[in-house]
């Protein structure tokens, strides 16, 4: 079976523009996790959606930030204007249930010069 | 906000040798997952621990949940360069918000021949 697939696997931009990543969950799984992965705070949560609707963006670090989910097979995550400071490995997680194991995908390296 | 501490931030050692990394909270979980993460790739989920107290063995990695649910410990026997990875530690909260799993920053284990 396929597993999480995360397009791009690596992106280099520049400081303000617009940073799409994109996320194709685990069939029949219903929730999808959004994480961010840095060397100074390791893995952060920040957005959870249960049955493609959003629950908890509080690790959204601003608004700069948006992800959407349009049906169960596919999410997105935005920046805009992208920074500097964005530039992180963004993995994406799916599971079963909301609780339980996270399946991740190989993650999107981004770096924002 | 839960935190989870893992240590040693780092660990080089030769093949053979047996290792201990530790994950440390003042917090109660619910649960607590180890993951193993190689370069390049998202984290793979080891074992769950559930009941405080419990030990869990996967061939020569044996976990240990604390028995207040507040910290775990996994132990390997005999490293093998295979199992050169970053471990990450990650706690269920025990709240409300069940979904939400605080990660630890991870040990870095390097596994020479």
């Known amino acids: 079976d396929a597993g999480v697939i995360q397009s791009p696997r690596h992106e280099v931009t520049e400081m303000g523009q617009e940073v799409t990543l994109r996320c194709k969950p685990i069939?029949?799984?219903?929730?999808l996790f959004w994480y961010r992965q840095t060397m100074m705070r390791g893995l952060e949560l920040l957005i959870y959606?249960?049955?493609?609707?959003?629950?908890?963006d509080s690790g959204m670090p601003e608004d700069r930030f948006s992800a959407k989910m349009p049906n169960a097979s596919f999410s997105t995550l935005k920046i805009q204007p992208s920074e500097p400071r964005d530039s992180a490995v963004y993995f994406c997680?799916?599971?079963?249930?909301?609780?339980?194991?996270?399946?991740f995908g190989e993650g999107s390296r981004l770096t924002v010069l | 906000t839960q935190l989870l501490e893992q240590s040693p931030q780092f660990l080089s050692i030769q093949e053979g040798e047996n290792l201990t990394v530790y994950c440390n909270s003042s917090?109660?979980?619910?649960?607590l997952q180890w993951y193993r993460q190689e370069p390049g790739e998202g984290p793979v989920l080891l074992v769950t621990?559930?009941?405080?107290?419990e030990v869990k063995k996967l061939k020569r990695l044996t976990f240990q949940f604390g028995d207040a649910r507040k910290d775990s410990s996994l132990h390997i026997t005999a490293a093998q360069p295979g199992d050169t990875g970053l471990y990450l530690c990650?706690?269920?909260?025990?709240?409300?918000?069940?979904?939400?799993?605080?990660f630890g920053k991870g040990t870095l284990l390097t596994v020479n021949p």
């Open positions: 621990v559930v009941t405080g107290g």
């Open positions: 959606f249960n049955n493609n609707v959003p629950i908890d």
């Open positions: 069939s029949g799984h219903n929730s």
């Open positions: 917090s109660v979980f619910s649960s």
């Open positions: 990650a706690g269920e909260d025990s709240g409300g918000s069940n979904y939400k799993l605080t």
């Open positions: 997680a799916s599971s079963l249930y909301s609780t339980g194991e996270l399946f």
